[in-house]
């Protein structure tokens, strides 16, 4: 079988986030970045069911400058196959991230797509569901817990929703997005980042995957959220009730 | 100018309060833009819901009905939703955020090749366009957004947009019949694990009370948590360190990668106060924070905060509410 595993670059969750002065954009210099949590969790899932399985083709896949080799770089140390990385300096929404991952699902026709559910820069939260329809395939959004049922045709899903846990069974291929429950991605081993060494990485400009992804969103300017301010300490749990009681008066 | 779509959700029949919200923005966004603004509802037996719209200053309530549509799937949803942009004009298609709509608006937005904005705070209006306020970074980052396009997918933080008031009008119901062609069936659904009922929503309560990592196991977050938030007629949510541990369900999460909240009264028991956790309650109206930890991070957006153990404070806190 074969898993698509798309992976983001972006700023550590472990970083603070500091903004440009004149607002254009977040400070990048000397910020760490990582693999977005949710798609080291996505390759995770892809790893632990190579193990359970048997061998699968796994690839990974980055779509932004040659910076984001280094999060190719990690998913190969963690056990993918294969990586991939779609070259451009463009800045691009998820519709438009979401065609150019349609580009490549053709290109590699894998059994299905596992990815995060949400990349904790733009926190959108779309990619996944965008790709689906593009591709006329199921969805399995938010999930916890994955098993591949029928012969492997079908994926059972635990998914998190605020009412609590469904569970939905999905016609392969399909797109399955990752949520903090499914597992916890492994840490890169020593081994791991010399055998990556010997794996191959290709290179691909955007313009030669022959898909026009402009993004619609345009950031005009980035500000820091009006922040909130201490308040005051309270001695005991009485002067508490008696703050809420007669100064916020919310109970 | 551009009519609005606004998707309501709801949960078996039971209208979600933040579609009122979605309803709010509808109502604020067409004013400024001379349009008007439909609601749709997608489900099985949905005549008391659609009912329940009728007062909301719609130009329609559309109801999609069928036996087919009353689980919630992404596939058939933004199927409907699909076809029924198709037949109408419309400029937005607006939902409040929730894993819901999350699942099934992007979808439907990437079907008729449209651009979408996840949890939208504001709106406003410049000459020829709408300009945007939106979230990003955990809640580090406020951006002002654009979205090119005749067509726009957008879901709004409820806290942000004032729900929409009754009236005496009520807008005329309209049956949808369901599109032409064959029907999704690309999952099947297998139902949702039961939720432990008598408690609100924390997304939907006046009052929620959250633990973290300070809560040792499941029973003790049902003493203390729980009954602190039954004392406050409240709901319970929790940092992401308890889901992790097991001792509380996601669903319970709150924060950058679980659910958001505004309600007046924000408890954090036990809670250390990281950006993540900060992103989910920052526009509560009153934050209250126990924590041993003089410097713990919470302490600097909390308007009351004491510092104790919260295996004393907590119920003595209950108990004094309870008098
Ligand atoms: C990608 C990503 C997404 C995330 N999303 C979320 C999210 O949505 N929501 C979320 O909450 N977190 C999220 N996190 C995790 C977040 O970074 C923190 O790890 C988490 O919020 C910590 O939870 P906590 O405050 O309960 O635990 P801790 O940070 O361990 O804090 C526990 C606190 O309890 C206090 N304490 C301990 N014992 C007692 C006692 N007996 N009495 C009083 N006080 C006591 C301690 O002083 C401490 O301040 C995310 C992390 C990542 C990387
Ligand atoms: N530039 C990118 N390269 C690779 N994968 C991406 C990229 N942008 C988004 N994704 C994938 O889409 C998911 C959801 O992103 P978003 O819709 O932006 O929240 C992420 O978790 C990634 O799996």
Not at chain 1, 152 to 166: P, Q, S
Not at chain 1, 170 to 193: F, H, M, Q
Not at chain 2, 129 to 137: N, T
């Amino acid at each position: 079988m074969k898993i698509l595993v798309p992976l983001k670059r972006v700023p550590d969750p472990d970083t603070k986030i500091r903004l440009k002065p004149d607002g254009t954009g977040v400070e990048t210099d000397g910020v760490k970045f990582s693999v977005n949590p949710f798609d080291a969790i996505a390759l995770e899932e892809a790893l632990r069911l190579e193990e359970k399985l048997g061998e699968m083709d796994i690839v990974v896949v980055s779509i932004g400058g040659e910076a984001s080799i280094e999060q190719l770089r990690v998913g190969l140390a963690m056990g993918a196959q294969r990586a991939l990385l779609i070259k451009t300096g463009a800045a691009l929404d998820s519709l438009a991230v979401a065609k150019i991952l349609a580009a490549v699902y053709q290109r590699e026709q894998p059994d299905f797509v596992l990815m995060g559910k949400q990349a904790i820069d733009d926190d959108a939260n779309q990619t996944g569901q965008m790709l689906a329809a593009l591709l006329g395939i199921g969805q399995a959004t938010f999930v916890s817990r994955l098993e591949l049922v029928e012969q492997r045709t079908r994926a059972r899903c635990a998914r998190e929703t605020d009412a609590g846990l469904e569970s939905i069974t999905v016609k392969l291929p399909a797109i399955i997005t990752a949520d903090l429950r499914l597992n916890e991605p492994r840490y890169v081993s020593l081994p791991g980042i010399m055998k990556a060494k010997k794996k191959p990485l290709e290179e691909l400009e955007l313009e030669a995957l022959g898909v026009a992804a402009v993004a619609r969103t345009t950031v005009l300017h980035y500000e820091a959220p009006p922040s909130r301010q201490a308040g005051v300490r309270v001695p005991t749990v009485e002067a508490l009730v008696d703050k809420l009681k007669n100064e916020a008066k919310v109970i | 100018m551009a009519n609005i779509l606004v998707i309501a959700e709801h949960d078996a029949g039971q209208l979600k309060l933040a579609t009122l919200s979605a309803l709010g923005f509808a109502a604020q966004t067409a004013a400024t833009t001379h349009g008007v603004y439909d609601v749709l509802v997608i489900g099985a037996q949905m005549g008391t819901t659609a009912e329940s719209l009728r007062a909301y200053g719609a130009r329609q309530v559309l109801v999609a009905d069928a036996a087919p549509l009353q689980s919630p799937l992404a596939d058939r949803h933004a199927w409907v939703i699909e076809a029924v942009v198709k037949q109408r004009d419309y400029g937005i298609v607006v939902a409040a955020a929730s894993t819901f709509t999350k699942d099934i608006l992007p979808r439907a937005a990437a079907l008729l090749d449209a651009g979408m904005l996840s949890d939208v705070v504001g709106v406003s209006r410049t000459d020829d366009d709408l300009v945007f306020k939106r979230v990003m970074y955990a809640g580090n980052v406020l951006a002002t957004v654009t979205l090119a396009g005749d067509l726009k997918f957008l879901t709004i933080r409820a806290a942000a947009f004032a729900p929409v008031v009754a009236g005496t009008t009520l807008s005329p119901v309209e049956q949808i019949p369901l599109p032409a062609g064959p029907m999704p069936d690309l999952a099947e659904y297998g139902g949702r694990e039961a939720k432990v009922a008598g408690r609100p929503d924390a997304t939907e309560a006046r009052v929620v009370v959250s633990g973290g990592r300070a809560i040792k196991n499941a029973e003790d977050f049902e003493r203390l948590v729980g009954g602190l938030a039954d004392a406050l007629g409240g709901a319970v949510g929790s940092s992401r360190a308890l889901v992790d541990s097991g001792i509380t369900p996601n669903s319970l999460q709150i924060g950058q990668t679980g659910k958001i909240v505004a309600p007046d009264l924000y408890l954090a028991v036990g809670i250390s106060g990281a950006i993540q956790h900060l992103a989910g309650i920052k526009d509560s109206k009153v934050i209250v924070a126990i924590n041993k930890d003089a410097d713990a991070p919470i302490f600097e957006i909390a308007d009351y905060g004491l510092v104790a153990d919260v295996y004393t404070a907590v119920p003595e806190l209950t108990a004094q509410l309870k008098q």
